[in-house]
């Protein structure tokens, strides 16, 4: 900015002197009318740095005027006409200057409340990430809920290709007589320990296990073979067994245990997963009818499978 206000006030010296040796052939002003009409419409400034540009020259044309205009009638309408025009080129000048900041400022302005939107907007889609996320999970457990599962689900068969899907229902035996005679907050423990311990059971990349409701959790795996999914139920029910959970009055054994009933059979995309939960309740309620602590598995394998 220096270097432009310094080459503004050399280009209104320019015009004052040219002016003033004009007065010796030709006798106008043309010269600093020009130059002083171009940096009040091409540089726009404050009214301050205005002044301290262009006020120099002024006071130098005019009191040059009359040593190089010998006639006073010439001299006198030089004076008129330049102050007029000095003083309309000032408030144009001004105006523009005004009508520009007000447009910067504006986008700036603008500028600043669109990052502010976007930071916010940004901010927004984190924290509905968040709360999504909440809205999967169960509290108590800290695994997906029902809600959750059911996305794992459809997004497991949003390519509409058919899968094998073994379901897993799991029940807590007894469950009922363990809050009557140890309280529901033991209860409750039971629960979050359950649900870890299979979590950390479960080695399978496609398998998705949540709470489905009470004390019943359910488990999702994909493509895999009979005998993967018999060994999971297995190490499902060690697992739980290995807690050691104290249950003086279950009717299985002195700890607490869990029964399993599986259904396995192709599925794909729109079809509804009620049919696997009723089928796996069925598995899960012949287990109890077995004696408990058990799994049973219902399947109708696929070709790939078979």
Known sequence: MIIVHFFVFLFLAWGTMVTLLDQLHYGHVMAFVVNYMCVSTLFLANGKHY?????????????????YQQSDNILSGHYTNLTVFIFFCWMASQLLYKGFAANFYNKLLLTEMNEELEAQIA??????????????????????????FQDYINTALADERERQLSLFLLDVDAFKSYNDHYGHLRGDEVLRLVAQSVYQTI???TAGWARYGGEEFVLAVFDQPSETLDELAEAIRQAVQELRIDHAFSPVADKVTVSIGIYSAA????IQLSYFIGQADEALYEAKRSGRDTFIKREELSGSLA
């Open 203 to 205: 080695d399978i990349p």
């Open 123 to 148: 901010q927004n889609e984190v924290m509905n990430e968040q709360l999504k996320k909440q809205a999967m999970l169960d509290e108590l457990t800290g695994v997906p809920n029902r809600r959750g």
């Open 267 to 270: 599925i794909s995309y729109g």
């Open 51 to 67: 002044l301290l540009l262009a006020l120099p020259n002024v006071i130098f044309l005019y009191v040059g005027l009359p040593i």
